[in-house]
DNA sequence: TGTTAATGATTGTTATACTAACTATATTTG
DNA sequence: CAAATATAGTTAGTATAACAATCATTAACA
């Protein structure tokens, strides 16, 4: 039974294209979602707020590890979202090399006003998945995650 | 109990992220694998390649379909490939709108020659995985790309 | 048949990502 | 302490990606 061997093979081969796929279209989605409530910000942006409001202010090397992003663009994106006054950059009396990032009122409010645009995608994105799954997908993506460091 | 469903908000909260990041690594690792290698193409280029392979000489339109890609994307790798020699362009003598897109010889030599630096990484980034939790993962990628048709 | 609509490809704009190089500051170490 | 190194952040260049607008060509249909 020679068909064994080339199924699994056929299955590497479409796999990460598969996930490739369907991280795209997630991506795609959350910032249409986004775009329809006139957010003015997106996806990546909302990641990076995300980041600062759980772990408070921090350094651009935090936010970095944070929303693994590196650190150029972790630039431009506070670039961006300081024009629009949602976060603000503060001299690290410690470090000069160093900010401490925060927040801004703006920031703050900005959050609450998109947070249930995203809840609502994120249940669409996941529909029909029950717990077990949810743990299973995740479980199998840290595992080719970990295969890659 | 209250920690049930506090528990799955949390788990489709981060499930997000973890797809976008293991996607993000994947792409990472083989763009890297394909510069260690000096292939001088990147992953996407290689996509693109393996379409052309795969399904012969077509339009730009079926390219992009094939691949995800929208057409602008498509136009512009698409350029770069045509620059490195590795596809042609010809004229679609029924329909003037269309270009028939053909890998060259030297595209031809090229996919010959990356072919095991994919493969052998596509065997990294599944290591670990068996039959059945690959199965498992398209499943639920597809079940989640699905959710956002 | 002639106007309208749809299609294939391109161009322009904005944003994200990686690499490399650069500035400024901190840390290490001889 | 001084020189070498490392770190935080920025800037520049190239590639990918989404979207909108445009152009040429073809298809639909009144």
Redesign the interface.
């Known amino acids: 039974m020679p068909s064994a061997l080339p199924k699994?093979a056929k299955?590497?081969?479409?796999?990460?294209?598969?996930?490739?796929?369907?991280?795209?279209?997630?991506?795609?989605?959350?910032h249409a979602q986004l775009t329809l409530a006139t957010a003015d910000i997106t996806i990546d942006q909302w990641?990076v707020l995300q980041a600062l409001e759980s772990g408070g202010a921090q350094s651009q090397f935090e936010i970095a590890r944070q929303t693994?992003k590196d650190a150029p663009t972790v630039t431009r994106i506070l670039d961006l979202l300081e024009q629009k006054q949602l976060i603000s950059r503060e001299d690290d009396p410690n470090d000069r090399r160093r900010y401490n990032v925060r927040l801004t009122a703006q920031g703050h409010q900005k959050m609450q006003d998109m947070l249930p645009v995203i809840k609502n995608a994120?249940?669409?994105?996941?529909?029909?998945?029950d717990?077990d799954?949810?743990?299973?997908?995740?479980r199998?993506?840290?595992?080719?995650?970990d295969?890659?460091k």
Chains 1, 2 share one sequence.
């Open positions: 699994l299955t590497a081969e479409v796999s990460g294209f598969i996930l490739e796929r369907t991280a795209k279209r997630m991506k795609q989605f959350f990641i693994f994120r249940q669409q994105a996941w529909r029909g998945l717990d799954e949810m743990a299973t997908l995740v199998l993506l840290d595992k080719v995650y295969n890659l």
